[in-house]
């Protein structure tokens, strides 16, 4: 498994209260198998390649929600940098076996993010494949104070989709309020960008707070929304086309919200 970029999500999990639900539903959903972990989560395989993760809650108080992880080669300067850029550290960097070190943290306006440092475990197996991750981005309120938090903390160089003549995941004819993260020494844009930031407007839930969305990519759009409301999930927003190919974003049957991504036939 081959290490990854410096600031580049290498990771996904959702923490859930009925372990053994995620299974059967993501399951089904993504045609993922898992094997058990060392504790009350289990690994997610797409074609026998690492994906994900799925963890039991072990606090009813913390959130039914996915998470995402940046790679870092220095997890104890990230967590500095968090600091100095105003964020705030929620887990102090901790090991976990001889997979790797983590550490969670969140940015100014409250999105928790997870930073990771390799050790025997890299990160994804697969991606941007159906079945597994392809996209993530950070949706806040803040963004005054977000865009500097990111830039400082990981390196990124961001741009705003018509800055670079194109458009990107969470963008419409509209024109929503977003930016793109390439990673240091990439010219930014939509060819580099791994990830970015989103606004929370009046359009969302007034009470909706600041949060990560992670992308799957799949091959019909359609046909998994439509299996989400077999299986007893919800679709949050319905299957509409953007510049980079069809998307939905969903809730599981315990409340996770995630994103689906058909990419455009080529």
């Keep these: 498994m081959a290490a990854f970029a410096q600031s580049a999500p290498c990771w996904v999990d959702v923490q859930l209260p009925d372990l053994a639900a995620g299974r059967r539903f993501y399951g089904e959903l993504f045609g993922w198998t898992f094997r058990a972990g060392d504790g009350p989560f289990a690994d997610a395989l797409s074609d026998g390649a690492l994906v994900a993760a799925l963890a039991a809650k072990q606090d009813g108080r913390m959130p039914t929600a996915w998470g995402v992880y940046f790679a870092t080669d220095d997890i104890t300067a990230s967590v500095a940098r968090v600091r100095e850029a105003g964020g705030q550290v929620i887990t102090e960097p901790v090991r976990a076996g001889r997979s790797g070190v983590l550490a969670q943290a969140a940015d100014p306006g409250g999105a928790v993010f997870g930073l990771w440092q390799a ?31 990111y830039e400082q903390v990981f390196g990124f160089r961001s741009v705003d989709p018509d800055e670079a003549g194109t458009g990107a995941p969470g963008t419409d004819e509209a024109g929503v309020d977003f930016r793109m993260w390439s990673p240091a020494g990439t010219e930014p844009g939509p060819d580099t960008a791994i990830g970015g930031r989103s606004v929370i407007t009046d359009a969302f839930p007034a009470m909706m707070p600041s949060h990560f969305l992670t992308y799957f990519a799949v091959a019909d759009c359609d046909a998994t929304a439509a299996t989400v409301l077999r299986l007893g999930g919800r679709v949050s927003a319905p299957p509409f086309d953007i510049p980079y190919g069809r998307m939905s974003v969903l809730q599981d049957d315990q409340g996770a919200v995630f994103a689906v991504l058909q990419p455009p036939v080529s």
């Design 119 to 149: 050790g025997e475990r890299k990160g994804f197996q697969k991606q941007n494949e159906p079945g597994s991750f392809c996209w993530t981005e950070v949706y806040t309120r803040q963004k005054e104070r977000v865009d500097p938090f």
